[in-house]
């Protein structure tokens, strides 16, 4: 069963990751590509439900720039 998060939520915690690499407040990417991020962060939760969502968060924005 998947469970999923609260989707504002997790957009501003990779907006604010973006920030940190670097990059303005907006996203470097539409809502598509967002979408996508969103939903590897919330398979990678369910995964792992005690791993720590801004290492997840800061682990899939890492991924993405670097492809």
């Known amino acids: 069963m998947l469970f ?14 973006f920030v940190q690499y670097r990059h303005d407040g907006s996203l470097p990417f539409g809502e598509a590509e967002f979408d ?18 801004h290492e997840l968060i800061n682990d899939a924005v ?3 720039l670097a492809t």
């Open 4 to 17: 999923f998060m609260d989707k504002k939520l997790i957009r501003k915690m990779v907006q604010k990751c």
């Open 36 to 53: 996508e991020l969103y939903l590897k962060i919330v398979e990678q939760k369910n995964e792992e439900p005690d791993a720590d969502l």
């Open 62 to 64: 890492y991924e993405f």
